[in-house]
């Protein structure tokens, strides 16, 4: 096993690139919950739309999780493999996403094909954002860092 990482508590975080088995549980239980999350989402969003609303919503939630996690501080190699890795990875999709682009540039919707693109990386990138920025804040007051928000 090796030494990991420091955390900003001083305390020896697993890397997330080791693997043992309980780095490879954390991928699957995140994996498994990401995927019928997702997989619900299919089931309950018409997906008719030019846009894709069930992945760009499973997309944009998974933006908003990282954000979370990496606001909460991703000094956590296992939850930064079940969260990042596991859920999100089960949860999101850029290769279906990719098709859906590819197919709409190929049956010449270029229009849909561009919306496509800005609507899930506007929406990914600013779910992901604000999700960390809130989060950071939050946690600066927690803990009483008030006085160095930034």
Known sequence: MSAGRRTSSGSVAPSAGEVNGVSIAAVVVGA????IVRWTLDSW??????IGPALLVANTIGAFILGVTFGLGADDG???LAVGVGLCGGLTSFSAWSVMIAEAFEGGHTADGTALILAHLVAGFSAFIAARAVTRRARRILVGEVGHLG
């Open 78 to 80: 296992r939850r930064r």
């Open 32 to 35: 498994v919950i990401g995927s």
């Open 45 to 50: 969003i018409d997906d008719d739309s030019a």
